[in-house]
């Protein structure tokens, strides 16, 4: 039981029903101010990690499933698409960012916003991408299990954090950092973010046979 889909559907309960929180408005507010702000998002992001390493270990261990049959082109799916997920995920990461639920306060103020002026949550949609090439490359029932249902997740959620976003801005503050993402300063990628991005992609299929059993480069 523990390792077949019974833990994988256990797992992915936990960690969607997890990143439910946030939109339970009474919960949340009460966790904050019991704990306060930083420590609140600090056990997020922790429990978080967990749940998703509870994720990866459930579907490895799940039993394999063939869904369609396997073409040569499936692994240069992610091989091609990761760099650009890893790119678009540390110019999300180091831009300050007025349209994310952790950003109270944050301002753009004439700043460098990279991909905001086209794209609101960068994160999501690295997540979103990260999962669709995942389902491409390996066509069993594990994995469109966890990357599909993360992906759905990923692009299904956005609608509802911008509204959330929009809610605490009011709609004069939303205005107001909509104009300054769109009228912000310097590229769309900055070239510091691609340096780092491409450098992640590097450790990351490195470490992927280590994590995950799977060598991706090998599979070309």
Known sequence: MMGGYGELAAALAAFLGGHLVPAIHPLRDRLVAMAGRPAYLAGFSLVSIALLAWLVA?????????LWPYAAWMPWVPVLVMPGVFILAVEGLRTPNPFSLTAAGTRLDGRPCGLLRVVRHPLPWALALWGLAHVAANPDLRAVLVFGLLALFSIAGRAPLAARRRRALGEAGWAA???AARQCPGPVVRPGSVAAGLAAYAAGLALHPWLFGVAPLAAL
């Open 177 to 179: 950092a909509d104009a």
């Open 58 to 66: 459930a579907a490895l261990r799940a039993p394999y499933t063939p």
